[in-house]
């Protein structure tokens, strides 16, 4: 599985979040805590927000440990709204418009769970596709469809509706559960997002109040004061707003 780092608040290096804590999204590449995988290698993306609506975008398929222009990214950009990923494949190859996040106008989404029936649904979820969302697609993965999925049932107007409505669209089948542990922005709000059809979703926190006030969501604590982080509530979207408090409805 793959493992998630955001943060929304006053401007910081990228690195604050992704490269320095004790359990940073980094760290978490090779040592997961709270994952079937430990290491995840296949690749690695970070989406920022600054001037414009639209966020910056850097992905590459080398191991997010391996790769020092990742290093020097994070020390140097400096973003008041972002959304990191290291992924461990399981639908798509190793390229890098598999990477997470996908983005797409003012939007950035990246995923960790899968949808194990996709090969059954995936040509009924693609025709469902407005014909500019069909024409954005880029890669391979069952991730980039949820997104997609999303857009084309409101995620502008209403997140909440299109989350429902995309659940039910891709709905089960015989071959396990559908997870979908989820994080997307829209440049101003952060969403965090965890559902299992069956069992349980993967992990997914949101902070506290952080050194600098801001507010992080992540698979997994990224400090040992574990008493900042909050386990997201299954099927609970997690808002993270301009105001920088948490809002939760079901």
């Excluded at 940073?24 to 090779?30: F, H, N, V, Y």
């Excluded at 954005?136 to 997609?148: H, K, M, N, P, W």
């Excluded at 084309?152 to 542990?181: S, W, Y």
């Amino acid at each position: 599985m793959c493992r998630i780092a955001a943060y929304t608040g006053p401007a910081i290096p990228l690195e604050n979040i992704v490269t320095r804590p004790h359990h940073s999204l980094i760290a978490q590449s090779q040592h997961a805590n709270e994952a079937k995988l430990a290491v995840n290698g296949d690749g690695f993306g970070v989406a920022w927000y600054g001037d414009g609506a639209a966020p910056g975008l850097f992905r590459d398929v080398l191991p997010a440990w391996a790769d020092s222009n990742l290093a020097h990214l994070c020390r140097m950009v400096r973003s008041p709204h972002f959304i990191a990923h290291v992924r461990a494949s399981t639908v798509g190859e190793t390229s890098r418009v598999n990477c997470h996040p996908f983005t797409h106008g003012r939007w950035a989404f990246c995923h960790n769970g899968q949808i194990p029936h996709f090969a059954a649904i995936r040509r009924r979820l693609e025709s469902a596709l407005p014909d500019d969302l069909y024409a954005a697609r880029q890669g391979t993965t069952d991730s980039e469809v949820i997104f997609l999925t999303l857009l084309a049932h409101g995620l502008d107007r209403d997140p909440d509706a299109a989350l429902r409505q995309t659940i039910a669209e891709i709905g089960t089948g015989d071959a396990g559960p559908v997870k979908l542990t989820c994080c997307f922005s829209d440049g101003e709000t952060l969403y965090g997002f965890r559902h299992a059809s069956n069992g349980t979703a993967p992990t997914l926190y949101v902070s506290g109040a952080l050194d600098n006030g801001g507010r992080g969501i992540a698979s997994e604590p990224l400090c040992s004061t574990g008493g900042r982080w909050t386990m997201i509530r299954e099927d609970t979207l997690c808002r993270l707003g301009p105001s920088d408090h948490a809002a939760q409805a079901a």
